[in-house]
């Protein structure tokens, strides 16, 4: 099994919500990540963990708060987002994380509208 | 900060003809990968390229690594309808634990 998945695909909320976006891997990947991607944008990195601890916080708002309650699973929490907030989130987990290069697999990830 | 310049943004070719990407970085890469993201779709990982001066091919791509591990480039032969889409590279800063993606290159390809 090669696949990440994302739930929801979809999300509407509104700036006052709470709403959480989740993924799961089931490769046996220590390492995990969030990006977020604007329009004709690269994927930026929000996020990392590795063995279940926050790695890597890209100075990211403190109203996305990540969450990941084992190895397999990896939650974004959000509240009071902004409009600018709308875009893909994307979820990726690789093998590990270090300076030996790891593929990271992507989620089909979520596609957020803030109102 | 530390960036991997992508060029060119967008390219359109007539199916048939040959397409290359380039991804240059500033600094030394531990390694390089590429990406392609169709459209309304999610990254999937290509190939990586580790070694100075590597080059590896896979059916009509044919990716490279710099000599100085500081440039490289993805290059399609005879394109197809379905290589349409965004091709990222991605680079891993020597000691650092993150990739750094370069802005993508978007093939439109007129069949």
């Known amino acids: 099994d090669t696949e990440v998945t994302q739930t929801p695909k979809h999300l509407v909320m509104g700036m006052t919500n709470k709403k959480s976006l989740k993924c799961e891997q089931h490769?046996?990947?220590?390492?995990m990540y969030w990006y977020k991607q604007k329009a004709k944008k690269p994927p930026e990195l929000m996020f990392v963990y590795s063995y279940e601890k926050l790695s890597i916080n890209e100075s990211v708002p403190s109203r996305f708060s990540p969450e990941c309650p084992n190895s397999s699973l990896l939650n974004l929490h959000l509240h009071a987002l902004q409009p600018e907030d709308s875009a893909l989130y994307l979820c990726?987990?690789?093998?590990?994380?270090?300076?030996?290069?790891?593929?990271?697999?992507f989620g089909p990830g979520t596609r957020l509208t803030v109102t | 900060g530390q960036q991997v310049m992508q060029i060119p943004q967008y390219q359109h070719v007539q199916e048939g003809e040959d397409f290359t990407t380039y991804c240059n970085s500033s600094?030394?890469?531990?390694?390089i990968q590429w990406y392609k993201q169709r459209p309304g779709g999610h990254p999937v990982f290509l190939i990586q390229?580790?070694?100075?001066?590597e080059v590896k091919k896979q059916k009509r791509l044919t990716f490279q690594f710099g000599e100085a591990k500081k440039n490289s480039s993805l290059h399609i032969t005879a394109t197809q309808t379905t290589d349409v889409g965004t091709y990222f590279c991605?680079?891993?800063?020597?000691?650092?634990?993150?990739?750094?993606f370069g802005q993508g290159t978007r093939l439109t390809i007129n069949p």
């Open positions: 490769m046996g990947h220590r390492a």
């Open positions: 990726a987990s690789s093998l590990r994380i270090g300076t030996d290069p790891y593929e990271q697999y």
């Open positions: 390229l580790v070694k100075s001066g």
């Open positions: 600094t030394t890469l531990s390694n």
């Open positions: 991605a680079g891993l800063i020597q000691g650092a634990q993150k990739l750094v």
